[in-house]
């Protein structure tokens, strides 16, 4: 929708040309100027194409659009495109009632002094409003340079481990903890291979995963 109006929403991306499995922000954004009463999001996208994930709970603040003091309701999802070419994400549907002041004939009661919506002489009316789609283009990977042991992680990652017994007699046991952590989608990794340890009988745990929002991401 057009920046514009008492109320209106508005959806976008971060980024319109990723690559495959490249994290971008999808942002939508719920502005109003006057009261409104039970507003809901009706309708998602369905993200064909795109894995998804929540970033956080909705936030509310103010913000000033084309010289008007707006309330801002954003919720951001972080979108992980799983294959190439054209993907569209279809629009987002709000419905709210929007708070308007009744109407009233001559000789209606009619004090300055009073606020209206205390005596209740307001009416709510009925409101949907729809995102436009959003088109984003997904290029492929690059194949130069790309390593023979390629996981699909894209983003930036760090490895770490860590030993908690470095001295050990024949037959004890030690616990090697690897952590991995990154802005990328880490639920295409099942396991970190490790190489090296002929001489030991290795257990291996399950991972676990730790998801939080780290910079918008």
Known sequence: ????????????????????????ICTFLFCRRVKVANASLTELPSFEGFVTEDLGKPREYQ??????????????????PVKTG???????????DMVVQKRRGR??????????????????VPKTFRT?????????????GRPSDFKNLVGSFTLSSELNKNSLQVGESTTLTLTLTGTGNLKNVS?????????????????????SVSGGK
């Open 1 to 24: 929708e057009k920046e514009s109006g008492d109320i209106f929403v508005s959806a976008q991306v971060d980024n319109e040309n990723p690559s495959l499995n490249e994290q971008i």
């Open 63 to 80: 913000k000033v659009i084309n010289g008007q003091q707006y309330v801002v309701t954003e919720i951001k999802k972080a979108l992980f």
């Open 86 to 96: 054209v993907l569209e994400i279809s629009p987002f549907t709000l419905q709210c």
């Open 107 to 124: 000789g209606g009661f009619r004090d300055p002094f009073f606020d209206d919506s205390f005596f209740g002489f307001n009416e709510t």
């Open 132 to 144: 436009s789609p959003v088109t984003v283009m997904v290029k492929q990977l690059p194949a130069e």
């Open 191 to 211: 396991t970190i291979e490790i190489d090296g340890l002929d001489n030991f009988k290795v257990y291996d745990d399950k991972p676990v995963f730790e998801q």
